[in-house]
């Protein structure tokens, strides 16, 4: 989990007044959508324990989806973790990462990562290289 946190909270970075996203949802602290309303504020330890919560959370939904989570490598289970939190537990159980997992080709779901580079419909830069740094810690987890 200590991964999971390391690697999220760098790409979404901390903002503890909330703002709107590049497509104008309101999010606060490490990314965190769910619930949040301009003018909301939180303290850093705040943000910090909100983080961990939404990780626990969406990886229970994640690993309801995924055919054999434990046998999955350590680096690609966080990757998917990463990449699950970003787009939302749904998006993440409908996805060719997600299927490709359960037909035993975890590189092959490294691989389908770097599509998941949009939001509202445009690809978004910060997106392209998350997605870059998280096929990479995915497909290290592959080679062991």
Do not use: H
């Amino acid at each position: 989990m200590a991964a999971a946190v390391a690697l999220v909270a760098t790409w979404e970075g901390l903002r503890t007044v909330a703002y709107r996203d590049v497509v104008g949802i309101p999010t606060v602290c490490f990314g965190e959508t769910r619930g949040v309303k301009m003018g909301d504020r939180y303290t850093v330890d705040e943000c910090k324990a909100m983080l961990g919560d939404g990780l626990a959370e969406f990886e229970q939904g994640m690993r309801k989806c995924l055919k054999a989570p434990d046998q999955i490598p350590a680096k690609s289970y966080v990757s998917f973790l990463s990449l699950s939190y970003n787009i939302g537990t749904g998006a993440f159980c409908r996805s060719t990462v997600a299927r490709r997992t359960n037909a035993g080709d975890i590189r092959g779901a490294c691989n389908a990562i770097p599509a998941w580079n949009k939001a509202g419909g445009r690809v978004v830069k910060g997106l392209v290289n998350r997605r870059a740094e998280e096929q990479k810690i995915c497909l290290e987890g592959v080679a062991g």
